[in-house]
């Protein structure tokens, strides 16, 4: 069986991430390596500010993807890249086409119809993604119009936009390595939400309603699906970091030590009874800042002018901040809504079985929508084979016939060079086509 491998970057406002999968003909997926560095005051609410220093990271997470004995000396060459950050969200677009006479909606349609969602665009930002959300064709609402007659075709988009600093930073920070020997080259900007429903939402999850929340370092981006397609999208300036500076300033103490003590100490549950006064003091000051954050998600059913009720699937939730302990309760309690932990849709094996997918479900996503590509590169270079070195060993005397016994024995030799059969499990294919 033939294998392609995919290459993703994670570029996040507390690390940045990357990760290599080999995919099958059949589109299995297996994850071959994941590496991360800490990263700092160099991405601000998910918009890189200092990309130099982003790019050092990048290459050097680059180097121990490929180092990745699995990889057989391998190059990078091709990635995706997630798009996210503060300014992300979306807006609904009506768009309406009219035919002279009766014709058939085809992909020709559909593709037209997105063409002038964009060009309707949104003042002073930069359209990264349209989907439809309804059509009405011939005054009657459908919910796949394909292969149907019709004189006139309604659609509302939704159409995702950002401020076009975030791509622009990001470009800057690829734009030395498009040529020479490390050239890298990013073929595609995944919407960083889209992409994690994709791989976390169940189908029946969409279609009868629920809100997709990622609870970052410095923002939260809330989602909010309902009849198969995506209703509503904003990005929060608001994450688990804002938590920790509160501790610091509570405790006076360093990043390090309050990013700590929010790990293994903090509990906002209000059945918990601490018994430590000093701990208890510092658990009221994080309830205080994570109810903000809780008023701020609840508050998006309102914008979206949707009620609780039309989400019987609740609320799922991801991100490094969903682990402060109690979040998901006091987030259930003042939503009315049940809340569960995200994971992928399907199964994701890992070749390092120390990696657990519930934190890696950023950059499994991202791969997820590279496989689904249509062009299917292969964004790794073909593995680099060394030729064996001839025996220079001076030789005393030669018996007849030992040259074809040499190469009998050569001709005969397994390839220690071949891969070892990767074991693969089936993997959700986005369907995206943009």
Known sequence: MKYRYLAAFEISSSKIKGAVAA????????????????????????CVIKPADVLSHIKSIREKLESN???????????????GGQSLMSTVKAIELKFPGESIVGQDTIRELKTRAISTGVSEREVVKVQPRDFIVDG????????????????????????????????????????????LNVIKYPVRPIAIANIVLSNEEKSLGCMLVDFGAETTTVSIYKNDSLRYLVTLPLGSRHITRDIMAFRSCLESDAEEFKCRKANIDPDHKEENPEIEAVNRCIYARAGEIIANIVKQLDYAGIKAEELPRGIVLIGGGAKLVGFDKVLSQESGLEVRAGSTVMSVDFMDMSQRQEDNIDVISLLAHASALRDKPDML????????????????????????????????EPNIFASTLLRIKKMFVDEDED
């Open 23 to 46: 995919v099958a003909d059949n589109s299995e997926m297996r994850i071959v390596a994941v590496e991360e560095e800490r990263a700092t005051d160099i991405v601000h609410y998910g």
């Open 69 to 83: 004995p699995e990889l057989e000396n391998r190059k990078i060459e091709m990635a995706v890249v997630s798009l």
């Open 140 to 183: 009657r609402a459908v919910s796949n119009p394909l292969g149907m007659y019709c004189r006139e075709i309604r659609a509302n988009m939704n159409v995702v936009y950002c401020n076009p600093q975030l791509k622009i930073n990001l470009n800057r920070v690829f734009e030395n390595l498009k040529e020479g020997d490390e050239r």
């Open 381 to 412: 270079s073909a593995p680099v084979v060394e030729e064996e070195k001839p025996d220079d060993t001076p030789r005393i005397g030669k018996e007849e016939g030992e040259d074809k016994v040499v190469e009998k024995i050569k001709d005969d």
